[in-house]
């Protein structure tokens, strides 16, 4: 499996279409993705996670990863998600403590930190 990424600005926001698998073969490049849009200065980013077939703890530590950077611009990184299997891990690390998720990628650009 692959990972599609796509990107496109919504007002001060960016948002980041991420699709397939998030694993150790593929995290890289989307860890590639968030680090050029904070070099980009692009700080508000909401990553859509709606066509995400797997995500491993490498995928995780991207994500975690892109937070940080953002946080260090007083940015923020919103997650979309529905799918249960997604959620799950989210749930299981706590990160749910951690990461914003929205229903809905209105939401995301909707909420305000």
Same mark, same amino acid.
């Given at each position: 499996? !692959?990972?599609?990424?796509?990107?496109?600005?919504?007002?001060?926001?960016?948002? $980041?279409? *991420? @699709? #397939?698998?998030?694993? %150790?073969?593929?995290?890289?490049?989307?860890?590639?993705?968030?680090?050029?849009?904070?070099?980009?200065?692009?700080?508000?980013?909401?990553? !859509?996670?709606?066509?995400?077939?797997?995500?491993?703890?490498?995928?995780?530590? $991207?994500? *975690? @990863? #892109?937070?940080?950077? %953002?946080?260090?611009?007083?940015?923020?990184?919103?997650?979309?998600?529905?799918?249960?299997?997604?959620?799950?891990?989210?749930?299981?690390?706590?990160?749910?403590?951690?990461?914003?998720?929205?229903?809905?990628?209105?939401?995301?650009?909707?909420?305000?930190?």
């Amino acid at each position: 499996m !692959d990972l599609s990424l796509s990107t496109r600005p919504e007002g001060d926001k960016t948002v $980041v279409e *991420v @699709g #397939g698998e998030i694993d %150790v073969y593929t995290a890289p490049r989307l860890r590639e993705q968030l680090v050029d849009l904070v070099a980009d200065g692009k700080y508000h980013l909401v990553v !859509d996670m709606e066509r995400v077939d797997f995500l491993d703890s490498t995928g995780l530590g $991207v994500l *975690v @990863g #892109g937070l940080k950077r %953002v946080r260090a611009h007083d940015g923020s990184l919103r997650l979309v998600c529905t799918q249960e299997r997604i959620l799950k891990i989210f749930r299981i690390t706590g990160l749910t403590k951690v990461f914003p998720i929205h229903e809905s990628v209105e939401d995301a650009l909707a909420a305000t930190d």
